[in-house]
């Protein structure tokens, strides 16, 4: 199995390394060719005008949207998740929208709002997901084919799932807790072949 990793810009090294350290292959995505053949798909934090600029530019539009069409697991993280959602304020150009929610981009205010929360995530065991947010969305609403994972005390919705699609507002790349990447990796398994299967 080999998760891409969407490497126009943002935190794509550090989902990387945290595929390392729990021993999944993974490859930067540059150029939308790079799509065919992999497994799953992570849209990393960033910039989210910039990434959609950029993805524009290099034609992975409709690339992206066949594969978050096709059933493989797509995790977008902050900007990702942004660019994933069907409708979102403030955004001059369009993103992937494939996922059913509306999400208000820097929610939380600037970078110097930056804060960290735990927040129980649904799927995960153990204790609350540390969250690192940074210039952070909020999920504002989900459609009916959207499960809500996470939330913060105020009731914000950070984190959601519809089918093969994940959402999140927050930077898990950047702590060092591999449960969401571990539960990311979980996604459509029932459905993979397993090794060695005959037809």
Known sequence: MTTGILALQG???EHSEMLASIGQAS????????????????IPGGESTTIARLILRYGFTEPLRAFCSSGRPV?????G???????VDDLDRPGIETMDTSVA?????????????????????GNPFHAIFIRAPIIESVGAGVEV?????????????QGN???????PELGGDTRLHEYFLT????????AGAGA
């Not at 699609?165 to 930077?171: G, P, S």
């Open 165 to 171: 699609l994940l959402a999140t507002a927050f930077h």
């Open 187 to 194: 996604i459509g398994a029932a459905e993979r072949p397993k």
């Open 105 to 125: 981009r820097n929610a939380f205010g600037r970078q110097v709002d930056s804060f960290e929360a735990d927040v129980a995530i649904k799927g995960l065991a």
């Open 149 to 161: 994972l996470g939330q913060l005390e105020d009731g914000a919705i950070v984190a959601a799932r």
């Open 27 to 42: 490859v930067e995505v540059r150029w939308p060719e790079q799509l065919e053949g992999l497994d799953s798909l992570i």
């Open 11 to 13: 935190d794509f090294r």
């Open 81 to 87: 998740a942004i660019l994933l959602a069907k409708r």
């Open 75 to 79: 995790w977008g993280t902050c900007a």
